[in-house]
């Protein structure tokens, strides 16, 4: 018999949605599942409001103590969807319970505090997992395949985009997300961190940046209600105005450490992009290239098609690539984001069936914040800033 | 207290997972729900696969005895997602039960056959749908919405295609979906009626037709297990060959009953198209386009634009579009093929709660089941064929 | 040396300038070149439009009188650029007098004028050519070698359309091209044709058509002006509107005399579309997609590329591709209006120096006027309609 | 009467086709004319060579003298086609004589050697023109037209790219473009000072550059014949191997001076790339985004378009846009290579005509110069490098 296991799920917000949903899917995709899912309580900052969570994402119980929960017998994993600030201590807590752990992105408000986790995790020896879920698209994956059975050659560049709008209009309100104390950083840990990782992935590690970071809006009217909700949120334009002490924006070069080079945006202010995350990879034997917006597709070219014949493939991701066995029967049906947060509970749940870690774990959410605390420092002292290893 | 529905799904396969998948995550997408579904029963051929699709879809119960579940009292709404040859019995049996029915397209192997059921949902008085999920896509209902505010004035031309290439290759073996008895027709009931429901969703009645319909692999092997695997079946390279009875391809022209005229291609056999279900309407203030494959993205063009910013928008749906408050924050987090059985789930539960019959109920699936019935016939006599009203 | 042939160019309008430019453009193109082009008389209606002509176009000579023009002996060619009604009359006299015909598209205002200027043409042994100068794309040209080298298979299926909007706005003044007497027809001929002629020469013989045949705008204001500058005429909208008697919007499926099926959209009343010529053809072995808005690009699709990167391929035409080593040094730096003109101006003096009739020419001219004809057939009847031979 | 205006053009290859043609086409675009160029004299490197450029330029005279050629006094304009080390003699000598010049891009092999050229013409007080026609595609220009009515706002952000694919292959010859003593540098020079020159178009000018700079193919065969054909020359691939001593990409941060930031990408190893000139510009009220390899089309975001029907709108280039009464009389006939440069020739011609400079000059093409050094030097130095005013 499928083993079960419990999860504690610590917060709501719309990371909650998404991973209540994922354990719910799961095994549906993938069957037969490596372990099954049981959604035994869920945690928010009232009794009533998880009370409410518990009856709209199907868990069993509520709490308003996460530091009660995390130690509970019957828990298995305990799933961090809190912003930020909570992270260290919820996983900490959590690991010191011999909990396996799954945290969303960015791990946390830099590398010192993703340290503090890292070390606790592996003293504890448990599962753990940091939720970058864009390397979970199966296009994505696809052109992991292609790197690895060296299809595009050695990589010589790499340029990555994020951007998205949602924060550009200046009574855009300032949610915990522009609040430093909360976030870390702005643009840098909320997106930049996800084309770090998508970068570490394909190409491997950053050994070192050269960054331009900006912050646009300097000011930004206080949020009332719609916690995260980002373009959605209410415009408060009335509201009082509080400065902000994060970054809107950061442009940085790449150096990798085996020689490759490349580029990163990441911006909320770019109006007219949604959720654009690109990357773009040259190789010596060919080239891929990537729209998150235009997720079911990744573009492959072959350098040794041949010349009547040459350009970039348009391959749709289905059956016949990653993860596509669990997910639709034919191309094109469609991966959203639902998919992708089903594939990441997958290997999730698979790492902890298998005893071995998944990727990316609680040290590639630890060197992910050493290039976020680089890309910091490179933007105030304007030279180029090897990455702490 | 939300009102709590329990379920009876009747048959398994991916449209089982997609169904059982919404159960669970419509709630947790559109809260407060209009009502909770309840996976009470799971019914498939035998107690072994029933059992297994309890599991798996996390079901209470299993059956093999549909005929008996759909008369339970503690039902109250029956899910049939099995072959075309039973949507009928299923269907009329579950309406004499009183039960509400949502039932996968097409409705019926032909007009005669859907006839039957309109009539029994009609006498039982019960809430009924048919799972044209496409309509569901936001940037699709977003069209609809543009239409109806006449934002592209009177509607001149739709041109529509439903193109898929899983089974172009000759090897491709001979599922239900190719034999006549249990799916009533080949590429027009499978895909084109999806088409047909958008043209009439979007434009009107369709009241005549002039088509092509052509089969182009006469004869496949004898499948093998992978019930309904679509292109990821095995390759029955060596099997015995069957004749094929059904259409591989339909072209047509359309007049609608209010004046426009339009054009609609389905096939399952155009290499390189996966689920490329795309429509473009003209109006006299602007045109529409639309492609599933790049389904987040809705492309509308205004004609009263200035003359020196013209052209079609790229409209990403999101929070300000149809069903964009129970979705995703932002735009192009992407829409799945899950997120659009999740609104359809929604729909449907919304209806039932309300007591007010959702689009596309039956008396739809009917009018487009008389739709196909004119395209066979006039593919057979080469002439123009009015629908039957 | 090369030898040196004159032209009598007869007509001004846009289509007089890009026939100039190629004239002067492409043996500097293609060097060495078949024959060089002397541009020795341009003929308008007027002394003083003709002597405009003459110095913007670089001719030597200007005249008013095309009788006078085309008898001369020490004209070569003559390049027919009026509106339609005159073309007969003009072809036939230089038939007559010995020279070599270039006609702009389409070649008459229907079948039976066509057949006049095509008995003219046999009788008479010169060379002569039709200007679709969309199959002189080289993209499209790349479309032809991939057919006839077999590599999409044996063509199922073929879907064109040719949408425009500059004639969609009410108010768009009546020129030649809304008036039959002087048109033939309207978006039949004027757009309709290219498409059919890009469908023969593509897949072939059209045996039988069905149509809609449809006019939105029943009248139009007088023209004042402006002659043949389409969208970028006045609007008159105070002025007198007469009765339009030309069609604005075709749709029809086609039955091709190989066994091939498609289906045709042409309408200049597309809002957004500017000249959207597309085709996409269905073969047994693979895909081509082609969309003269993006006309750089030819896409296809290979079936038998492997599972894990199959898709279409975006192939931008270059030195390797039809025409490559005339033009441009590589792919993309850009093939604009002016370059298919440069073509099919090589191809013209290429058939004269090596004496083998161009494609398409007048059969092919008249092949398409009987096309049309079925076209305006079948609109009126309501039936399938066999293209006469 | 229009002023006709001599013209010696100084070399051949691709670029003299490519301004050849423009001298023949230009007046039949924009006409009436500001001045008619005269074809007067062609020089090449032998009495042979410059014979078969008249023959097939259609110029009047040839010469291998340019010397001599550039003193003539019947000259009026010089249009130098070289490789870049011969720019400044023959820039300078046509400066001293008095003749208006048009360069080949890059202006020289670096700013001390264009600051040179630029005293020379100052001095002689003649038009000069630097033939970076990219920003002569009109789509382009109506980018540039947006911001200067503030359509977007402030300017943020702007990223570039030049990719092409034509030298990626490790056996693509050494031609004149690879070697530093002609050509001056690699990338950064050949299509790097291309993007340099649209962002100082649409942005302003560049004070600060950071920027890694590699060469991959550190040796390529020796070139025989098939003088500058890139992509299309032979392969030498058993021929004498030698060094490299330019770049074959570059990868920069920027900082202008106005207070936005940006990035650029340019190199001639991205397979799969063609002429992939791109740009997208951020600012506070809209989004700006091109592809030349599409160059029809400008994409344009404006942020107070209605919440439900904001997007980037694909603006195809037509008559109502920059340069279009010249060009073709409805949008996406087509903008190649050819129209280009016949609008590069309408420009320079229309500055002697009116006697104002006009852009980008050889002032612009100094100051660009000046960013290329900078590139250089930060790529040597791993420092932010400021550009010398």
Request: charged residues 25%; proline residues 5%; aromatic residues 10%.
């Amino acid at each position: 018999m499928t083993r079960t296991l419990n999860v504690a799920m610590i917060g709501g917000g719309f990371m909650g949605k998404a991973h209540a949903m994922a354990y719910a899917a799961m095994p549906m995709f993938f069957w037969p599942a490596p372990a099954i899912p049981v959604r035994k309580v869920v945690v928010d900052i009232t009794e009533a409001l998880a009370d409410e969570g518990r009856r709209r994402y199907g868990f069993e119980e509520s709490s308003a103590d996460w530091r009660a929960v995390v130690k509970r017998p019957d828990i298995d994993v305990v799933d961090i969807v809190t912003p930020n600030d909570s992270h260290a201590a919820i996983a900490i807590a959590a690991a010191e319970a011999g909990k396996h752990i799954i945290c969303e992105k960015p791990l946390a408000r830099g590398g010192d505090e993703a340290k503090t986790m890292l070390d606790a995790v592996k003293k504890a020896g448990i599962i753990h997992m940091v939720a970058f879920n864009y390397r979970r698209t199966p296009a994505v994956a696809l052109a992991r395949q292609y790197i690895e059975e060296g299809r595009i050659g050695k990589i010589l560049n790499f340029r990555g985009t994020y951007l998205q709008d949602w924060s550009a209009d200046p009574d855009s309100p300032l949610s915990w997300r522009f609040q430093k104390k909360i976030a870390g950083s702005g643009s840098i840990g909320d997106i930049g961190t996800h084309v770090v990782d998508l970068a570490r992935y394909l190409v491997g590690e950053i050994a070192e940046v050269s960054a331009l970071v900006r912050t646009y809006n300097k000011t930004r009217p206080v949020q009332h209600g719609n916690l995260d909700k980002l373009g959605a949120a209410e415009r408060n334009t009335g509201a009082e105005r509080v400065e902000v002490d994060v970054d809107d924006e950061v442009v940085t070069l790449l150096k990798f450490a085996d020689g490759a080079i490349g580029s990163l945006e990441a911006t909320r202010n770019a109006y007219g992009r949604n959720n654009f995350i690109t990357f773009e990879i040259h190789g010596t034997k060919g080239s891929i290239a990537f729209n998150y917006e235009r997720r079911d597709e990744l573009q492959v070219m072959f350098a040794d098609d041949p010349a009547d014949a040459r350009g970039f493939r348009t391959v749709y991701s289905g059956p016949a690539h990653p993860y596509g066995s669990g997910l639709w029967p034919i191309p094109a049906l469609g991966i959203g984001y639902s998919e992708t947060k089903i594939v990441e509970c997958f290997d999730f749940f698979s790492a902890i069936a298998s005893g071995k870690q998944p990727s990316p774990n609680f040290e590639d959410g630890y060197k992910t914040e050493r290039v976020a605390d680089a890309l910091i420092e490179s933007g105030e002292s304007g030279h180029w800033v090897k990455v702490r290893p």
